[in-house]
């Protein structure tokens, strides 16, 4: 450190980096879940809703995913789209709430430790990290292997359906462009905003353009367009499954097109008021799939060649690119795949960057291969996670080696994608059903009475579409050329991530890692901590441990309670406590049941006395409660002034340091322990780190068969916390 670097100047320029960073509101909400900022936040709500409305890239999904819905016919086309998207968007609303409420980069493994019950959150986190990553990189490999084949599709418009790309070719430009987008991924971070914003007017556009030329062109070149009944009401199937399961299968166009408003996550810690910006993010750009996604293929229907077959099985290798030659020509095809071209390079553009920054958050927590090497961010290249982003193309890389094979095998990074990401959403919502009733705090965008029943939907549809997605495209009984890999790829890794969790990383990965120590957290908020299970409440937080369960609720004292509601959490602590007796369970002694309730002008209700080594009542004055290492201390006679910081007075033990904020409310405790009253008491909680983040305080003290530890007896500490 330089002589002109003093503590104050070094604090100032960190708050200075900072408020570049993010705006204070929106550093204080991620705060409160355990992480400092480190990316800077740029990205408005409109441009939160670009990302993810980028990324689906509509009409270039649509001719991606053609080989999918085409086999069943027009109808099963357009209806497979209506019914599926519907009930995706059950998904997106569900997903929005949580995003609401903690909005973070790592999303979803986040939301599934923090909900699950204690024997199984550290496991299902790992696993969904794991399958979000997997997901992401499914559809990072799928968007660029599609690019190549519309580039490749062109060349064969311009050549009049005579040259067809080789396996090794199809590779080679897939490899190239999954680079590029690396570079541009790196390179384009600070006008990346602005490339969403193009995002959408473009997309806009070729939606326009698309619904308007096909008729127009059609009608134009002397032909009729297909009837309302060939539209809505024939079915084809050009599979060797039975016709009903043929329209089952067209549902995976519209799983995979809409299926990456979660990248609004992932952009959580680069958004702008990212408690409102990331949920209207997502369920404005599933929402708009789902109608204009409709709409689009209406008109697909209506213009193509009624022989399904014959678009299915173009010379071009893209349904699409047929559809776009049938109606428009050949230059007509050729302006409009170019089109689609620019978007689809797009997609993937913002794709490495969503998928960039969940990989990079989950290695800030630990769990990925390397994460010491790919959690850097570059402040260089303008606070990018440039490590990640060069993780994530080399494994593309390889995972792209299936081209090789042929165009079935290929065909199972689409459902790799869904696979994996049906897994990583559908967990934190089972989760959230499960253990979290009592734990989900609703941020500003909320559903309210309709929050479960919209989650149940979404658990049943993304189940069902998790088995669909490992189904081959012919079938019952098909051959290794047919067969659909998605089952090889994603059990390889699913069982390779549980055996590797419970023979190594369970020994460290305890879930999300905090950023920011106990004494960076906002008043009255304790971040999501593998050291503890918690609840969280707006305003208060209580930590305990897992083996602690609820106990009776405790009292409030004479003081006039500040309190509009009181909710229990009782955790065992060794040490003396303050209280009343209460009955006896399990040889431990007498427990206490006590509280302290926060009255008004911060008044602190006096509490009975207690016996076995305890103090007398306890009442003082909580407004202007002393920080660490000032203020006033404890006194004998159980006469409280202020909680004070380290140190005590008439013999009472200190060690734990209180915050006092709002009108004397007892919002944080740090330190390692708390100073209890009493003559003799002494080190009452001392030394545990499950104190630490603790809200309004109350303990239960007792007599009889417990272990004697600073004059006190072993009893059961009792937090209440209220709102």
């Known amino acids: 450190m330089l002589k002109t670097d003093t503590p104050s100047a070094v604090a100032a320029n960190v708050a200075a980096e900072e408020a570049v960073l993010a705006d204070p509101d929106d550093m204080e909400l991620l705060a409160k879940m355990g992480y400092k900022q480190e990316l800077r936040r740029q990205?408005?709500?409109?441009?939160?809703?670009?990302?993810?409305?980028?990324?689906?890239?509509?009409?270039?999904?649509?001719?991606?995913?053609?080989?999918?819905?085409?086999?069943a016919g027009p109808a099963g086309m357009v209806w497979g789209w209506f019914t599926a998207s519907i009930l995706i968007f059950f998904v997106g609303l569900a997903m929005a709430d949580m995003a609401s409420g903690m909005p973070t980069a790592g999303g979803l493994y986040w939301w599934t430790h923090y909900f699950a019950g204690d024997r199984y959150k550290n496991a299902l986190s790992f696993l969904v990290g794991y399958s979000n990553t997997l997901g992401l990189i499914g559809g990072m490999c799928s968007v660029d292997y599609t690019l190549a084949l519309m580039l490749l599709a062109c060349v064969s418009i311009t050549r009049d359906g005579e040259y067809s790309a080789s396996n090794g070719t199809i590779y080679g430009v897939y490899a190239g462009l999954i680079i590029i987008h690396a570079l541009a991924g790196i390179f384009t971070g600070p006008i990346m905003p602005k490339i969403q914003t193009f995002c959408i007017?473009?997309?806009?556009?070729?939606?326009?353009?698309?619904?308007?030329?096909?008729?127009?062109?059609?009608?134009?070149?002397?032909e009729s367009l297909n009837s309302g009944s060939y539209v809505y009401g024939h079915v084809?199937?050009?599979?060797?499954?039975?016709?009903?399961?043929?329209?089952?299968?067209?549902?995976?166009?519209?799983?995979?097109?809409?299926?990456?408003?979660?990248s609004c996550v992932h952009m959580s810690e680069e958004a702008l008021h990212a408690a409102k910006a990331v949920p209207l993010g997502i369920i404005y750009s599933a929402g708009s799939a789902c109608v204009l996604g409709f709409l689009v293929l209406s008109i697909i229907a209506a213009t193509m060649n009624?022989?399904?077959?014959?678009?299915?099985?173009?010379?071009?290798?893209?349904?699409?690119?047929?559809?776009?030659?049938?109606?428009?020509?050949?230059?007509?095809?050729?302006?409009?795949?170019?089109?689609?071209?620019?978007?689809?390079?797009?997609?993937?553009?913002?794709?490495?960057?969503a998928a960039s920054r969940q990989a990079w958050?989950?290695?800030?927590?630990?769990?990925?291969?390397?994460?010491?090497?790919f959690r850097h961010v570059s402040k260089r290249i303008r606070y990018q996670p440039v490590r990640a982003i060069v993780g994530l193309v080399a494994v593309c890389i390889v995972f792209g080696l299936l081209c090789l094979i042929n165009s079935v095998a290929a065909n199972a990074l689409f459902s790799l994608f869904v696979a994996s990401n049906y897994v990583a959403w559908g967990t934190p919502i089972l989760c959230r059903l499960i253990w979290g009733k009592t734990r989900f705090t609703p941020g500003e965008f909320y559903t309210g009475r309709f929050s479960r029943p919209i989650a149940v939907v979404a658990v049943l549809w993304l189940a069902f579409g998790?088995?669909?997605?490992?189904?081959?495209?012919?079938?019952?009984?098909?051959?290794?050329?047919?067969?659909?890999?998605?089952?090889?790829?994603?059990?390889?890794?699913?069982?390779?991530?549980?055996?590797?969790?419970?023979?190594?990383?369970?020994?460290?990965?305890?879930?999300?890692?905090?950023?920011?120590?106990?004494?960076?957290?906002?008043a009255g908020e304790a971040s999501h901590s593998h050291h503890s299970n918690h609840t969280r409440h707006p305003g208060n937080t209580v930590s305990q441990r897992s083996r602690g369960r609820l106990g009776d609720a405790g009292t409030l004292g004479g003081g006039r309670a500040g309190a509009r509601r009181v909710r229990r959490r009782r955790a065992r602590l060794r040490g003396?406590?303050?209280?009343?007796?209460?009955?006896?369970?399990?040889?431990?002694?007498?427990?206490?049941?006590?509280?302290?309730?926060?009255?008004?002008?911060?008044?602190?209700?006096?509490?009975?006395?207690a016996g076995g080594g305890a103090a007398a009542g306890v009442r003082g004055v909580a407004a202007g409660v002393g920080r660490d290492g000032g203020g006033p201390r404890l006194g004998v006679g159980g006469d409280v002034a202020g909680l004070g910081g380290d140190g005590a007075g008439g013999g009472a033990a200190g060690g734990?340091?209180?915050?006092?904020?709002?009108?004397?409310?007892?919002?944080?405790?740090?330190?390692?322990?708390?100073a209890a009253a009493g003559d003799g008491v002494g080190n009452a909680l001392g030394g545990r780190d499950d104190v630490a983040d603790v809200g309004v305080l109350g303990a239960g003290g007792g007599q009889g068969g417990g272990e004697e530890e600073g004059g006190g007896q072993d009893g059961e500490a009792h937090f209440d916390w209220i709102r």
């Open 43 to 71: 990205y408005s709500t409109v441009q939160i809703f670009a990302v993810a409305f980028s990324i689906m890239g509509l009409v270039p999904s649509i001719a991606s995913t053609l080989a999918f819905s085409l086999p």
């Open 361 to 373: 958050a989950f290695s800030r927590d630990g769990a990925l291969p390397f994460s010491g090497y």
């Open 576 to 609: 003396a406590g303050v209280g009343r007796g209460g009955r006896r369970r399990r040889g431990h002694g007498r427990r206490a049941d006590l509280a302290v309730g926060a009255g008004q002008g911060g008044q602190l209700g006096e509490l009975a006395p």
């Open 466 to 522: 998790l088995v669909l997605s490992m189904f081959p495209s012919t079938g019952p009984s098909p051959g290794p050329k047919d067969m659909n890999y998605t089952i090889v790829i994603n059990g390889f890794v699913w069982v390779a991530c549980m055996t590797y969790y419970f023979l190594f990383a369970r020994k460290w990965y305890t879930g999300p890692k905090m950023t920011i120590d106990a004494s960076e957290r906002p």
């Open 201 to 222: 007017y473009i997309n806009a556009a070729i939606i326009i353009a698309t619904v308007v030329a096909l008729p127009v062109g059609r009608v134009s070149r002397g």
């Open 236 to 262: 084809d199937n050009l599979t060797t499954w039975p016709t009903g399961w043929a329209f089952i299968l067209a549902f995976l166009a519209p799983i995979w097109s809409i299926g990456f408003f979660d």
């Open 656 to 674: 734990a340091g209180f915050r006092g904020e709002r009108g004397g409310r007892v919002d944080d405790v740090r330190g390692n322990g708390l």
């Open 306 to 353: 009624p022989d399904v077959s014959a678009t299915a099985g173009s010379v071009f290798g893209q349904p699409m690119a047929q559809i776009y030659f049938d109606a428009l020509g050949k230059k007509g095809a050729l302006g409009f795949m170019g089109v689609l071209i620019v978007i689809q390079f797009l997609i993937g553009l913002s794709l490495i960057v």
